[in-house]
């Protein structure tokens, strides 16, 4: 485990001497949103940060994946609106945007930010993926299928130049599974199974698709037992979507996730 509080009072500790230094704030947030898993004191310090400089992009990055851990979907959409202004070419902001209106049930008003992507990276081979998610959602099985398989056919490219690389047949398990091919799915899922390269999260995704929660959560278990942190990813992971009401799913994210701000910890207030 690393030393996160020591590096927390560090950073606060800089703040307090100069409140104009930005890289403070955003290495404070960043441990606040993906190691420590408190998207409240991300926020509060977020704000802060924004009042000294209100240009600042990961400012508004950090602001809005804060608003997601708390399920403030639509503070988090205007934040990262607001991070596309600053960066109009940010694919991960693009791809950020796309997941909140995917979350708030506006699948049509997703699909731009992710035709967006493909408009400044045709080469952004995930995007076909989550355009299919979208399309999908969407009841649109014609447009759903026609992105899969574009998907489908760059997965097997992978898989060809990296045999080795277990995620890349969880990319390839994915396609199938979202294709319909469940069977050849499930094949290619117990292959990556066998893979030391598979990462416990990219397994837990395919046995989501596969409809396999109890496998899932067990695969999204052990990743967190070996360190990752990243519970807001978890929260909101397309993949993920049939596990989002599961009891150990909830769980799961309600032990990572902390909402309880103490501002009485923090030396000076927002100016």
């Known amino acids: 485990m690393g030393r996160y509080q020591e590096a927390v009072s560090e950073f606060q500790r800089a703040i307090q001497i100069d409140p104009y230094l930005m890289p403070s704030y955003n290495g404070l947030v960043l441990l606040y949103l993906y190691q420590l898993g408190e998207p409240d004191s991300a926020l509060f310090w977020t704000k802060k940060q924004i009042s000294y400089n209100p240009n600042d992009f990961w400012a508004y990055d950090h602001l809005g994946w804060a608003y997601l851990g708390l399920d403030s979907l639509r503070q988090a959409e205007q934040a990262f609106k607001r991070a596309l202004e ?4 940010s694919t991960l902001e693009l791809y950020r945007l796309a997941h909140t209106y995917r979350l708030q049930g506006r699948y049509q008003e997703g699909l731009q930010p992710i035709q967006k992507i493909l408009e400044i990276n045709p080469k952004e081979t995930w995007a076909y993926y989550h355009l299919g998610i979208l399309y999908q959602l969407l009841g649109n099985k014609k447009e759903a299928h026609k992105n899969f398989y574009t998907f489908l056919k760059e997965a097997e490219k992978w898989v060809q130049q990296e045999p080795t690389n277990g995620e890349n047949y969880i990319a390839l398990g994915l396609a199938k599974a979202r294709l319909g ?6 094949k290619i899922a117990a292959k990556a ?8 999260f990219g397994y837990a995704q395919l046995l989501s698709v596969l409809d396999e929660k109890e496998a899932a959560l067990d695969e999204l ?5 070996q360190g990752y942190r990243n519970y807001i990813w978890i929260k909101i992971h397309p993949d993920l979507q049939p596990l989002y009401n599961h009891p150990r799913f909830k769980a799961l994210i309600a032990h990572g996730l902390k909402t309880k701000i103490i501002e009485s910890q923090i030396t000076g207030k927002s100016q």
């Open 221 to 225: 278990e052990k990743q967190v037992e």
């Open 193 to 200: 199974d066998q893979m030391e390269s598979t990462s416990h």
């Open 181 to 186: 091919e469940v069977k050849q799915a499930r």
């Open 86 to 89: 600053i960066n109009p070419k």
